[in-house]
């Protein structure tokens, strides 16, 4: 190619670049400092949630000797096969929970029969308020409980407590349960914190498709702004280096000067804040969900658990406790008994104790029917300040199952129930770093020094913001003059 037409194809490619970087920068410059700025207060202070602790500390333990239907009873009154089968306290009286593919059931746990929702006259008698609390009427969606994860407990109560923090608990009038405490603290920081930071608006996040598509959309234009303000950042320096009197900017326009440089400091930090941003939207598209094929989990699952429920009363379980757990591993059915304080014990089909080695053997058994092709296996626990775990968000009681074999993922399970949490193969590990490391500095050494993380993570964000605050100016200015 001659060189005139060489440099006629570059000075027009850079033209189209800059009117891309000026309109669009336009657009999403005041994107950009808000996702700077909220992410710094995410940073310190995230969505609220309840821990399953507190909620078992707060919910009324199960009345044992009210309950006078069997678990395999409930799962066949229930009308269709069931995932998941839980018992607790609702409403003031034993109820079994059970997951079907048509939503949640509520069952009684007295009568066998199927229940509606909860009234308030029975969340009020349930022991969950406190006196002096006021009730909300029955909603389906508010800001705090806005997330996809809560979709199988709606509707709610909201009960407002008449204390100093001015504290909200929110009851699922489906399950009974104590699902959300929020504060007028909590509340006014995530306002220009994570639901700004994440766009949790009530009327966008509660159409996951929606929400999803949007922010995937607007986080992937942003990131390409970002990529054509670093290529126009580099050539403009290179230029400047050129000039008579070596330069890093030829720009004299205050705003213009201090876009460039702080752009030329911070466009590491950008492009890889806004690419792991942008990732941590994927759900799939990119890389793999982690999550086991249905023919997977129908192997580890070894049989239908409404086969292989107790066909007797849960009576004799310890006085106290908050929640009783059934799930299938390896053809055999376990129970998870959780007290008050958090504690959890398993037991089998007949209520007889299973030792934590028992369901760690059976775990690794039953993980390596659902994977074939592995060649051995071993069952140890996470380390719950690792960077996956982190990611992934599981639960302390989580176990690595190591499979051999070549191409085998790693399987992490919850050592409790023996549910499948993640199926960390090439594509989801590679996920990980790429989104939750990146985005975080969740790098080993860093997480479990809170403080040093935090602070090096603020001090680019301070940067990546005032570098944003100079976009901002700068489109108010093009947009003055346009008009």
């Known amino acids: 190619m001659p060189v005139f037409k060489s440099r006629s194809w570059t000075k027009q490619a850079t033209g189209k670049l800059v009117w891309f970087h000026r309109w669009l920068g336009v657009v999403t410059c005041l994107v950009f400092a808000l996702w700077f700025a909220s992410g710094a207060v995410l940073l310190f202070k995230p969505f609220p949630s309840l821990s399953r602790i507190e909620q078992l500390r707060l919910q009324a333990p199960i009345d044992l000797a009210a309950v006078t239907v069997t678990p395999r009873a409930a799962s066949n009154a229930a009308g269709r096969p069931i995932t998941a089968l839980r018992l607790v306290q609702r409403g003031g009286s034993p109820a079994y929970i059970a997951t079907t593919d048509a939503g949640t059931i509520a069952i009684d746990a007295r009568s066998g029969r199927q229940l509606g929702d909860l009234g308030p006259a029975a969340v009020a008698t349930s022991g969950t308020a406190t006196a002096g609390a006021t009730m909300s009427a029955l909603f389906t969606y508010d800001q705090w409980v806005v997330h996809n994860r809560f979709d199988p407990l709606r509707p709610f109560y909201r009960l407002d407590e008449a204390d100093d923090a001015r504290t909200s608990l929110y009851v699922s009038a489906r399950t009974g349960e104590l699902v959300q405490r ?83 400091f911070a466009s590491a930090f950008v492009l890889s804040w806004m690419l792991s941003g942008w990732l941590s939207m994927d759900h799939g598209r990119l890389f793999s969900r982690g999550q086991p094929t249905a023919a997977q989990a129908i192997r580890y699952a070894g049989a239908r658990l409404s086969a292989s429920l107790p066909a007797s009363v849960p009576a004799a379980l310890p006085t106290g406790t908050g929640e009783v757990d059934f799930s299938m591993v390896g053809g055999r059915c376990l129970i998870g008994v959780w007290q008050q304080d958090g504690t959890v014990v398993n037991y089998d089909a007949d209520y007889a104790p299973v030792a934590p080695a028992v369901v760690r053997r059976l775990i690794g058994d039953a993980v390596m029917r659902a994977f074939s092709g592995a060649t051995n296996v071993s069952v140890e626990p996470i380390d719950a300040s690792a960077t996956y775990a982190s990611a992934e968000g599981w639960p302390r009681t989580a176990l690595r199952v190591a499979l051999a074999g070549e191409g085998q993922p790693d399987v992490y399970v919850d050592g409790v129930d023996g549910r499948l949490l993640t199926v960390m193969g090439n594509s989801r590990a590679s996920y990980a770093w790429i989104y939750y490391a990146l985005h975080t500095f969740n790098f080993p050494g860093l997480t479990t020094r809170p403080v040093l993380r935090q602070t090096l993570v603020l001090i680019p964000m301070v940067f990546g913001f005032l570098f944003s605050i100079t976009g901002v100016v700068l489109g108010v200015q093009r947009i003055r003059k346009s008009f």
């Open 182 to 264: 929020t504060n007028a603290s909590d509340r006014g920081w995530n306002w220009v914190g994570a639901v700004l930071h994440w766009a949790y608006f009530t009327p966008l996040r509660s159409s996951f498709t929606a929400w999803d598509r949007t922010i995937w959309i607007v986080s992937f234009v942003a990131l390409m702004v970002a990529v054509a303000g670093t290529i126009l950042g580099i050539v403009r320096m290179m230029a400047a280096r050129r000039q008579r009197t070596p330069s890093l900017t030829f720009y004299r326009m205050r705003w213009m000067r201090w876009h460039h440089l702080l752009g030329l």
